[in-house]
Nanobody
Framework: VQLQASGGGLVQVGGSLGLSCKVA????????MAWFRQAPGKEREFVAG????????DYADSAKGRFTVSRDNNKNTVYLQMHSLWAEDTAVYYC??????????????????WGQGTLVTVSS
């Protein structure tokens, strides 16, 4: 399974940005999907996750009310729409997938497949 994240860039504080992650090489609807991020000098942290069918989502406290995760199983793509961005949201954002998880999980070690990351920089 290959994951290709895109959509990162430079945005001002309070702005919005949308990320995409396209998955190839597997049956996309079999995979629980998630977004993580890693800021310089920090550990990788969970941002949001979505169930196989898209009916269940989960968010880190820092993302609740500002970020929305969604997926289109016909396009093999998971999305992360981010609003009201803070400087603290600056990080490399990674999409992750796992076929065996029952539900989304917040620990990077539980995901078997990762994209290459896309950099989001929020400037003040």
């Amino acid at each position: 399974v290959q994951l290709q994240a895109s959509g990162g860039g430079l945005v001002q504080v309070g702005g919005s940005l949308g990320l995409s992650c396209k998955v190839a090489g597997g049956t996309f609807s079999n995979y629980v999907m998630a977004w993580f991020r890693q800021a310089p000098g920090k550990e990788r942290e969970f941002v949001a996750g979505i169930s196989r069918g898209g009916g269940s989502t989960d968010y880190a406290d820092s993302a609740k009310g500002r970020f929305t995760v969604s997926r289109d199983n016909n396009k093999n793509t998971v999305y992360l729409q981010m609003h009201s961005l803070w400087a603290e949201d600056t990080a490399v954002y990674y999409c992750a997938a796992d076929r065996f998880l029952r539900n989304t999980r917040a620990f990077p070690s539980e995901y078997g497949h990762w994209g290459q990351g896309t950099l989001v920089t929020v400037s003040s």
